[in-house]
T-cell receptor, first 113, second 114 residues
């Protein structure tokens, strides 16, 4: 039972480069989301999706794009990387019930130089 | 809008001592509350959740939390700390925003001294 799988685990980018962080889940969850984790700030919501074909912005969406073409996959795209995007990124999924907990991937540590 | 405040970014206890990690929330609707634990270089794991069935919630690894509506609090406790409890702990709330996404507190790093 894989749960939520994120790739890559580590990535170094130069300012201005673009890349896609991959996320896949095998629990048939409708809700998926991307968070970034920075010291002292907890986790902040970047984008989320409540189902295939539906995405919306979270608290810190600037500089990121998402799409949800299937229930399983929810990639996060950095359009033009900036040093401020150096962070640890977590993908998470959950069921549709209000009390459903989030299931997290193991994270992607991104450094932008 | 919902929000979470965790008092104390770092908490240090001796092995065998009581663990108390504080969490206060703000929500305009009855909240769903969660505690997560993060060990180094790992994702977050669910410790416990409050979903209105009972105010005292028991979780994994001997942790429990009590929901107090009058105090808007959901503090996490454990009677006796173990070295393996050293980790970062996050409190989260959902129920009061679009898509029922979770809002997290800033986290509390628990250190356990031998």
């Amino acid at each position: 039972n894989a749960g939520v799988t994120q790739t890559p685990k580590f990535q170094v980018l130069k300012t201005g480069q673009s890349m896609t962080l991959q996320c896949a889940q095998d629990m048939n969850h409708e809700y998926m989301s991307w968070y970034r984790q920075d010291p002292g700030m907890g986790l902040r919501l970047i984008h989320y999706s409540v189902g295939a074909g539906i995405t919306d912005q979270g608290e810190v969406p600037n500089g990121y794009n998402v799409s949800r073409s299937t229930t399983e996959d929810f990639p996060l795209r950095l359009l033009s990387a900036a040093p401020s995007q150096t962070s640890v990124y977590f993908c998470a999924s959950r069921g549709t019930a209000n009390n459903s907990p989030l299931h997290f991937g193991n994270g992607t540590r991104l450094t932008v130089t | 809008a919902q929000s979470v405040t965790q008092l104390g970014s770092h908490v240090s206890v001796s092995e065998g001592a009581l663990v108390l990690l504080r969490c206060n929330y703000s929500s305009s609707v009855p909240p769903y509350l969660f505690w997560y634990v993060q060990y180094p270089n790992q994702g977050l794991q669910l410790l416990l959740k409050y979903t209105s069935a009972a105010t005292l919630v028991k979780g994994i690894n001997g942790f429990e939390a009590e929901f107090k509506k009058s105090e808007t609090s959901f503090h996490l406790t454990k009677p006796s700390a173990h070295m393996r409890d050293a980790a970062e702990y996050f409190c989260a709330v959902s129920g009061d925003n679009a898509g029922n996404m979770l809002t997290f507190g800033g986290g509390t790093r628990l250190m356990v001294k031998p």
